[in-house]
């Protein structure tokens, strides 16, 4: 969905939202879970153990997307002030549930489905731009202008640790977070669980900023 102000009265406003989904069994040659790329021989479809709890919300899977812009025209005489603001706002990713296999390694086993552990924060942010322009003739114009990328420096989690154990675990196929309780290694014995799973281990980019010069002719 989109809606558009046009410029009049010195302002115009940009506005979309999206719904989308990206669902499956295939993530693509990049295979997140374990952060391997190896185009068209990543260990996803190695075993037959591995293929079981593989299908649900693939690792971009953001269903909600948020997209908002405006900005404001000063003009005096052969000048212009533009004053520019963005809000965007982004779902958060699924988390996966990840143990470690015999012969592939760490995180390699879905314990549960796709994206039962649930999703990371959504993402909100917002960005600033403010430029000055100057007509010098008829062919001619300059502009210098500065741009703010997220200006209030919001730090929110964009990825947390998904391997829930690196100890080699079967899949509970189809089985839920409570099931967990029941969860064993392949001997039978009880797995050694990752203290740091879901805890965040990467957050937004900070604060930052872009000035430049500008000819147009």
Partial sequence: LTATKRLSHNFLLLASYTYSRTLGNYPGTFQDSNGQLDPNISSQYGLRELLINR?????????????????????????????????????GTPIEVLGANTLYGVSETFILPRGSGGRTPTLT??????????????????????????????????????????????????????????????????????????HAIAYQSPLSMRVGLRLSF
């Fill in 125 to 198: 942010s917002f960005d600033l731009h403010v430029s000055y322009r100057r007509q010098l003739s008829r062919l001619f114009g300059f502009e210098a202008y500065a741009d703010v990328f997220n200006l209030f420096n919001q730090q929110e989690v964009v990825a947390v640790d998904e391997a829930y154990t690196s100890s080699n675990v079967n899949p509970i196929e189809n089985g839920k977070v409570a099931d967990l309780v029941n969860l064993k290694q392949v001997n039978g014995t009880q797995p050694l669980l990752n203290p740091n799973y879901g």
């Fill in 55 to 91: 299908a649900g919300p693939l690792p971009n899977d953001r269903p909600h997307i948020l997209k908002v812009q405006g900005s404001y025209f000063i003009p005096f005489g052969a000048n212009t002030f533009v004053a520019g603001l963005a809000f965007n706002m982004q779902s």
